[in-house]
């Protein structure tokens, strides 16, 4: 969905074709140069994961390298000003072969030239990511873009060779995780490495303009903001026992249905608006405390509750209120709200759209005093010129820690609903808590961390029991 404020081709947009990997549709209009691997500046690629959401930020990352785009309108645009230059994908890896396929053919047939990964660097396995990694050179970027559970593991290997990174949302699915990518982002800097990560609002020029207003005091001093993601939600048939219990879990039919892989339904949808909240108030929550609940007589076999709602408190006793629900047949939203003390504001819109303006007064009816000026890049293609400037320019770039602590942000609300507890900021930090300790150890033989019951369901969580903190 889109509003006239975001008229350029999205990696949200890629990410909807992941049925087919149709990149033709997120591409329109792309002029492909010609690439010239002996180039000494060229950006060679290893993409660790080939879904959707990693064959988007390879095409963003080759528009970023100078390819040019076309509009809705046909206008056609410069991609990646002043972080133009050579780019090539050289390797790729995937515990699916159909996946992998699926991603390379898509991704050739769109990109060509720049799409460059012979058979031989096309990876299977746990330890794919190693040997993709590893046909990368000091100065390359890997992208990782698989399940959260092993972004750490990724992160840490790519540090370790020398390699910059672009990671992909979520971070990491606990607090044991999190601080392994603290780690990492530490060793990273002491080598200066690059690392993007994949909360791009903050690349938005919509949303940094009303920081900017927020900061210099147009609202007033900010008081509450509401965060909503309500839709119809991610149902999940019961476990058959036909396939392997652990790759059945891994697979693209099940993203965001296990805690131990993905980190849950909630933090996969609501981590940027989580963020966004932390962003306006310029600090981290104290603490969190919630509810949520499943619909009576649900089937889902998940380990996902329906409905969150989260109260996060600052140090100076300001609100956020965060919820989700994905129920069907309900009322949906997508937005994040101000309130200061002269004014309220909507900070952004429907699918990330950047509606980002002050109201006259408390009320959306009261008309619009203020809007962010048009974005000419959409955010998701920003934070990959950011990332590619900062390694041509040797500009020092890191977004590691930022990332971690909102992802460990999202963690602390989602525990709070899980154990029924209050939970504070230092508690989170303070938390080894892993939902699978042995994670860096698993092969395709391995048995699934979690493990589903005789009707082929698996654990939800239950306020007064359940522990993640």
Same mark, same amino acid.
């Given at each position: 969905?889109?509003?006239?404020q @975001?008229?350029l081709?999205? #990696?949200r947009e890629? /990410?909807k074709?992941t +049925? !087919?990997?149709?990149? &033709?549709? $997120?591409?329109a209009g792309?002029a ?6 002996? @180039?000494?500046?060229?950006? #060679?690629?290893a993409? /660790?994961?080939?879904? +959707? !959401?990693?064959?988007? &930020?390879? $095409?963003?990352a080759m ?7 076309g ?5 056609? #645009? ?6 133009? +230059?050579p780019?090539?994908?050289?390797a790729?890896?995937?515990l ?10 898509a991704l050739?047939q ?10 031989e ?13 590893d ?5 390359d970027?890997a992208?990782?873009t698989t ?14 060779k020398?390699?910059n ?27 200066n ?5 994949g909360l791009?609002?903050r ?13 210099d005091g147009a ?8 965060a ?15 396939e ?7 697979s693209?039919g099940?993203?965001?249905q296990?805690l ?5 339904i ?20 104290v ?10 007589g649900s ?24 919820t989700?629900r994905?129920?069907?047949?309900c009322h949906?939203?997508?937005a ?9 504001g909507?900070?952004?819109?429907n ?12 009320r959306e ?15 998701w ?18 977004e590691?820690r930022?990332?971690?602590l ?15 507890q209050?939970?504070t900021?230092d508690?989170a930090l303070a938390?080894?808590?892993?939902f ?5 150890a ?7 961390p979690?493990q ?17 903190i």
């Amino acid at each position: 969905m889109k509003t006239s404020q @975001e008229q350029l081709p999205s #990696r949200r947009e890629f /990410i909807k074709t992941t +049925g !087919r990997l149709a990149a &033709a549709s $997120a591409l329109a209009g792309v002029a492909i140069p010609h690439v010239h691997a002996a @180039e000494d500046n060229t950006i #060679r690629l290893a993409l /660790i994961g080939c879904g +959707g !959401r990693g064959s988007g &930020a390879v $095409a963003n990352a080759m528009s970023a390298g100078g390819l040019v785009l076309g509009d809705d309108n046909g206008t056609k #645009r410069a991609a990646g000003t002043g972080a133009g +230059g050579p780019i090539k994908l050289i390797a790729m890896a995937d515990l699916r072969q159909d996946k992998l396929d699926q991603s390379h053919n898509a991704l050739k047939q769109t990109l060509g030239d720049w799409i460059d990964v012979p058979a031989e660097h096309r990876f299977l396995g746990f330890d794919a990511y190693r040997k993709a990694i590893d046909c990368l050179r000091p100065g390359d970027v890997a992208i990782l873009t698989t399940h959260a559970g092993f972004r750490a593991l990724h992160l840490e290997y790519a540090v370790q060779k020398g390699i910059n990174v672009f990671m992909e949302k979520v971070f990491a699915p606990d607090p044991g995780g999190i601080k392994r990518i603290l780690r990492a982002g530490e060793a990273a800097e002491q080598k200066n490495l690059k690392i993007g990560a994949g909360l791009m609002c903050r690349h938005s020029s919509a949303r940094q303009a009303m920081i900017q207003k927020i900061r210099d005091g147009a609202m007033g001093d900010i008081q509450l903001i509401r965060a909503y993601r309500m839709d119809s939600g991610y149902f999940m048939p019961p476990f058959s026992r036909s396939e392997n219990e652990l790759l059945w879990q891994l697979s693209p039919g099940h993203p965001y249905q296990f805690l131990w892989s993905s980190g849950g339904i909630f933090i996969e949808l609501m981590i940027h608006q989580i963020d966004e909240c932390f962003w306006i108030k310029d600090s981290w929550p104290v603490s969190a405390h919630g509810v949520g609940g499943r619909v009576a007589g649900s089937t889902d076999c998940s380990q996902n509750l329906d409905s969150y709602a989260i109260e996060y408190t600052f140090a100076d006793g300001t609100k956020a209120q965060v919820t989700g629900r994905y129920t069907p047949k309900c009322h949906e939203d997508f937005a994040t709200y101000v309130h200061g003390t002269k004014c309220a504001g909507k900070f952004s819109g429907n699918v990330h759209a950047p509606t980002s303006w002050l109201y006259q007064d408390q009320r959306e009816q009261s008309g619009i005093a203020w809007r962010a000026p048009k974005e000419t890049v959409n955010p998701w293609q920003a934070e990959w010129d950011v990332l590619l400037s900062a390694i041509r320019n040797n500009k020092p770039h890191n977004e590691s820690r930022r990332a971690a602590l909102a992802n460990l942000g999202a963690i602390m609300g989602r525990a709070a609903v899980h154990s029924g507890q209050i939970i504070t900021w230092d508690e989170a930090l303070a938390s080894n808590f892993q939902f699978c300790p042995n994670v860096d150890a698993l092969t395709a033989n391995s048995p699934a961390p979690v493990q589903a019951d005789a009707q082929g369901r698996y654990p939800a969580p239950i306020p007064g029991k359940t522990v993640e903190i």
